[in-house]
């Protein structure tokens, strides 16, 4: 269990990084403009010698920007929850006794097999499970994020200017969708795991 659980939370700490870093740089796509060239953030767009915050309220920005916001948010809540299962952290016990086998009860069958003295380990799985649908649903907040900016940047400026691409930033964003799916994908397999074992071994 511990090695996929390790292996999903190293994923998704580097994708949370990777999303600061790109929600916050200002190198998303550069272009040439008037013989210069400029480049473009979510938040700001520079010039050589200086930058500029997007005044204009355009409704793909604001969409990436919301996106991209709720990815960081929930991949983030996600590692804490996750790394406090991962050291059995126990401040919420009283939840996961109280709520564990009725939660679990709806999303898996595994309580029909294990005796009901493994709640306590039960909670470790269903914060797990908490942790791998938010990181999960924090890649799929990226993947519309860099969807929405890639089609809209493909139509407007592949069109309105000749020199152009996508930066660093841009490239980032792409890599925290792969981290983040595949740190959803090994909780998952952690859970599984873990299931497998604690149920065989009552």
């Known amino acids: 269990m511990y090695s ?13 990084i990777l999303l600061i870093v790109s929600t916050a740089t200002d190198y998303w796509m550069q272009y040439r ?11 700001r767009y520079c010039v050589p010698g200086k930058c500029m915050t997007h005044t204009d309220s355009i409704a793909y920005w604001d969409a990436t920007r919301a996106f991209m916001i709720l990815s960081l948010l929930a991949c983030f809540i996600g590692i804490v929850i996750g790394v406090m299962a991962f050291i059995h952290y ?18 898996s069958c595994e309580l029909l097999i294990c005796s009901p003295t493994q ?6 799985t269903l914060k797990t499970l908490i942790t791998s649908v938010l990181i999960s649903c924090a890649g799929f907040f990226v993947l ?7 089609g809209v940047t493909v139509n407007y400026y592949g069109k309105r200017y000749g020199s152009w691409r996508f930066s660093w930033s841009y490239i980032m964003g792409w890599v925290a969708v792969v981290l983040t799916f595949f740190s959803g994908m090994h909780l998952i397999m952690s859970i599984n795991r873990y299931t497998l074992f604690s149920c065989s071994s009552s």
């Open 4 to 16: 996929f659980m390790g292996g999903g939370l190293f994923c998704a700490g580097v994708g949370n």
């Open 33 to 43: 403009h008037s013989s210069n060239y400029m480049h473009q953030g979510l938040w």
């Open 90 to 107: 126990s401040s919420f016990d009283g939840f996961d006794k109280t709520f564990a086998a009725g939660i679990l009860f709806f999303i």
């Open 119 to 124: 709640y306590t380990s039960l909670s470790q």
């Open 144 to 150: 519309l994020a860099m969807a929405v900016y890639t």
